[in-house]
Antibody
Framework: QVQPQESGPGLVKPSQTLSLTCTVS??????????WSWIRQPAGKGLEWIGR???????NYNPSLKSRVTISVDTSKNQFSLKLSSVTAADTAMYYC?????WGQGTLVTVSS | DIQMTQSPSTLSASVGDRVTITCRAS??????LAWYQQKPGKAPKLLIY???TLESGVPSRFSGSGSGTEFTLTISSLQPDDFATYYC????????FGQGTKVEIK
């Protein structure tokens, strides 16, 4: 079964851009799941869907974050990526990449100067 | 946007109890609903998808039912490993999660 894994900086300064990559192992990113998503979870709070990308490159974003989010895919590297611009402390959270059936273990991103 | 409302927010139960968690969608989502279990410091784990299909490897004491706007997750006999937070998720239109139900030891 394919398994996603998040990677990227754990600390981002306010107003800068958060950048994370999800690498899918154990199979092709194009097999099985039609799309891949990013989700985040602030400490002690619930889950918030950020957006998704189909392996064709088509994207959908959470309307509340749409103006700041870009998700892209590189099928040759079996990876997809998240960029979130103009971050504030409110963007501090555990970030997960996932398909419906399988999630990465998550990576903690803290926004602080 | 489709809103998902879970109840209760917290549930106190004992080992062996039958436990039911409810999830309501703000509009029909057919059977495009999943249930996840999350333990502290861990990623959510898929239990059930398409409202009632048990994910491979998930114990049969977990079951899901419902369609349209009303859904339930039932644990037939609560085990020590089941104390966790449970989330419903609709995937009919993008993704939306319920606010979670924490199952605590009574």
């Amino acid at each position: 079964q394919v398994q996603p894994q998040e990677s990227g900086p754990g600390l981002v300064k306010p107003s800068q851009t958060l950048s994370l990559t999800c690498t899918v192992s154990g199979g092709s990113i194009s097999s099985g799941s039609h799309y891949w998503s990013w989700i985040r979870q602030p400490a002690g709070k619930g889950l918030e869907w950020i957006g998704r990308i189909y392996t064709s490159g088509s994207t959908n974003y959470n309307p509340s974050l749409k103006s700041r989010v870009t998700i892209s895919v590189d099928t040759s590297k079996n990876q997809f990526s998240l960029k979130l611009s103009s971050v504030t402390a409110a963007d501090t959270a555990m970030y997960y990449c996932a398909s419906l059936l399988t999630w990465g273990q998550g990576t903690l991103v803290t926004v602080s100067s | 946007d489709i809103q998902m409302t879970q109840s209760p927010s917290t549930l106190s139960a004992s080992v062996g109890d039958r436990v039911t968690i409810t999830c309501r969608a703000s509009q029909s989502i057919s059977s495009w609903l999943a249930w996840y279990q999350q333990k502290p410091g861990k990623a959510p784990k898929l239990l059930i998808y398409e409202a009632s299909t048990l994910e491979s490897g998930v114990p049969s004491r977990f079951s899901g039912s419902g369609s349209g706007t009303e859904f339930t997750l039932t644990i037939s006999s609560l085990q020590p490993d089941d104390f966790a937070t449970y989330y419903c998720q609709q995937y009919n239109s993008y993704w939306t999660f319920g606010q979670g139900t924490k199952v605590e030891i009574k």
